[in-house]
């Protein structure tokens, strides 16, 4: 018996060559689905057939259901078969992917940019400060010889003052005559030998002292030196600078005080102090309850060391100061001890 054309148009319609094409063109997963949405989805040929089939001739409906069947179970199995396809395709992708991939993670350390030590950035910081007030900036040798570091400035053979200075000696010529500077001071010296006035120099440096390491004390530590050589250089000229400078390191107006003192090299001599950048002067522990923060010597030039260098006292007058480097940041950031700059220890250098 023949096929009804009816029957013969549904089976038309369940095209299985026609839906492996579109499987297999399907070019990934998304794909795939639109795919199988079309051919089995609810409004696709598959479920017209199926909607149809109630319209044939009952003799005819199970060729139809039996037809549907099989050509529906057949799309799912190639859908499955392209999902695979797919599937691997995709991971086979990923890993040429990361095959390519460069690793430029780096190792567990930073790489950190170092700074200056402390004490060169203070250094720096007063150099800065002077030269915008006009100075200029010298430097002199550490191994200094008995005239420079003393003779010169006015501290006379055996005298009492040599004996304050705890003076490391080099062996190198005569007994005593060569050694570890005992400050700045010489510089001074070298300074007023290499050019005529005016004068206005800083002269920062290492300086050593045959002296037991303690809180406060070091054998190696820092100085700056200043000195100002020009006419009618007054006392209220130094009083001025001491003022000035320290106001302009500590960022704020700061009350000076000079104390008379004895240095060989200075006449009248100071010791200069500060007021107390912590209580502001009402006494503190870090001033001893005085309100005052001692800094260093300075005063006028003695005519023995002008006489010494060649230098007219009667033309020419001048002020001199000094004082430790290493005090400046110990007050301004309470780093104690002394040693604490000379340990090298990185994880103190690297907070500053
Ligand atoms: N050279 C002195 C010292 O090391 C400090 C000093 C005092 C320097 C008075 C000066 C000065 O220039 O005028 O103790």
């Known amino acids: 018996m023949d096929n009804s054309p009816e029957l013969d148009a549904l089976l038309a319609r369940l095209d299985t060559g ?55 179970a057949g799309v799912r199995e190639m859908l499955a078969e392209r999902a695979t396809a797919l599937a691997a395709a995709a991971a086979a992708a990923g890993e040429a992917d990361a095959a390519e991939r460069l690793d430029l993670t780096l190792g567990g350390h930073g790489l950190n940019r170092g700074h200056h030590h402390l004490v060169t950035q203070v250094q720096r910081e007063l150099e800065d400060i002077f030269v915008a007030m006009g100075y200029a900036v010298a430097e002199g040798p550490e191994v200094e010889d008995d005239w420079h570091n003393f003779e010169a400035l006015n501290f006379p053979p055996g005298h009492p003052a040599r004996a304050m200075q705890d003076t490391l000696y080099v062996k190198l010529g005569r007994p005593e005559q060569v050694m570890l500077r005992t400050h700045t001071s010489p510089v001074q010296i070298r300074v007023m030998q290499s050019q005529p006035p005016p004068i206005y120099c800083v002269m920062p440096g290492r300086t050593y002292r045959n002296e ?40 704020t107006t700061v009350p000076t005080r000079l104390l008379p003192s004895f240095f060989p090299f200075t006449e009248p001599s100071a010791e200069f102090a500060v007021g107390c950048v912590f209580c502001e002067g009402s006494g503190c522990r870090v001033c001893s309850q005085t309100g005052w923060i001692e800094l260093g010597g300075c005063g006028m030039v003695d005519p023995n060391v002008f006489a010494a260098v060649g230098i007219d006292p009667e033309e020419y007058s001048g002020f001199a100061f000094g004082f430790g480097l290493e005090r400046m940041p110990m007050l301004r950031y309470g780093v104690n001890p002394i040693k604490t700059f000379f340990d090298g220890d990185i994880r103190f250098l690297s907070q500053y």
Do not use: C, M, N, W
């Open 18 to 72: 026609a839906s492996r094409d579109r499987i297999s063109a399907a070019a990934d997963v998304a794909e795939l689905e639109v795919v199988e949405r079309d051919l089995l989805g609810r409004r696709s040929g598959a479920r017209e057939v199926r909607e149809a089939i109630k319209g044939l001739d009952p003799s005819e409906r199970p060729v139809a259901g039996r037809a549907l069947s099989s050509y529906e």
């Open 212 to 251: 037991t390491l303690d809180a406060r004390h070091s054998p190696v530590f820092h100085q700056i030196e200043g000195l100002a050589v020009d006419r009618g250089i007054t006392f209220g000229d130094l009083a001025g600078t001491i003022e000035a400078f320290t106001s302009a390191y500590f960022r």
